[in-house]
């Protein structure tokens, strides 16, 4: 009986040397990378990722933000980029960029239009983030954010593939314990595949109203911090809902840099806080990148 597992010719094996060569090349410049995760839809992960990649460039660090959900990109309209497109650098991509210090990747900077549905299997979508990780001109970061899609398949898995154990993981939860149930496997993925998490954070931690600030727990709270105790791994904090968050990613702005003094941004600035100093413990110090880094992907 023939054999079904086609060998690779040595022009294809070649090929994904010089593949993985560049991947390497490209992960050595980035300092501290970090997957942001949920085990469910509808937390406000993107939404996380965005704005932890804005408050990391706005205290003046260097920083990518790359969208691997490769069937719902929200980061192009939580960033003010849709309609964007990717342009050639030669034998490179260019990220584009979002505002002083921020690069940005997509799959939704491919599609012709945001009606276009990508109906990919696993194969593909792996081709894909493989070439956002080796092929774009990162140039060297202080953070590189990567915004993968809810739960444990593909694209999370194809990124810890790609990127190593070099990596740091942030999980975003709700307090509701159908979220937290989700989350608890989200864990386990990350220690099976032996990625350190920096942490689990609270999103949606009650209400935030935006007259007179009490807070009241519409969705209940602690869930996150309960199940952070209960799998060993440090706690973010929590972080309010506040409808001025929906409003301004909507319009493609940042809540941490737009409304600057309301509960729910100096929840998500402590938050900030206790991701970096996670992320240093488990990755090293942090040492400042070269000034040459817009001249690159200009």
């Known amino acids: 009986m023939a054999n079904s597992v086609r060998e690779l010719s040595e022009s294809e094996q070649q090929a994904r040397r010089e593949t993985e060569q560049r991947l390497q090349a490209r992960m050595k410049e980035i300092r ?9 839809g509808g937390v406000g992960k993107s939404t996380v990722a965005a704005n932890l990649a804005v408050a990391l460039a706005d205290e003046g660090h260097i920083v990518g933000l790359l969208d691997v959900d490769v069937h719902g990109p929200s980061i192009p309209t939580l960033m003010a980029l849709e309609g964007a497109t990717i342009k050639p650098g030669g034998e490179y991509l260019l990220p584009i960029r979002a ?111 935006p007259q007179c600030g009490t807070v009241v727990n519409v969705f209940g709270s602690g869930g996150g911090q309960k199940l952070a105790q209960e799998m060993n791994v440090p706690f973010l904090g929590q972080i309010p809902l506040d409808p001025r968050i929906v409003s301004l990613g909507d319009c493609g702005k940042a809540f941490v840099s737009e409304d600057a003094a309301t509960q729910s941004t100096k929840a998500f600035r402590e938050i900030v806080a206790n991701i970096k100093r996670q992320v240093v413990e488990q990755q090293g110090p942090e040492i400042a990148v070269s000034n040459d880094h817009e001249a690159l992907v200009s």
């Open 32 to 40: 501290h990378k970090i997957l942001v995760l949920s085990g469910k």
């Open 99 to 209: 505002r002083d210090r921020l690069w940005v990747m997509s799959m939704g900077f491919l599609l012709k239009s945001r009606r276009d549905a990508v109906i990919w299997r696993g194969p593909l979508k792996y081709r894909l983030i493989q070439q956002f990780l080796s092929d774009v001109a990162w140039g060297a970061l202080d953070y590189l954010i990567i915004d993968s899609p809810p739960g444990t398949g593909d694209e999370p898995l194809s990124v810890v593939q790609l990127v190593g154990h070099s990596a740091a993981a942030v999980i975003v939860t709700t307090p509701q314990e159908l979220a937290i149930s989700d989350v608890r496997r989200c864990v386990t993925f990350c220690s099976e595949c032996k990625l350190p998490v920096a942490g689990i954070l609270e999103n949606m931690s009650g209400y935030a109203c």
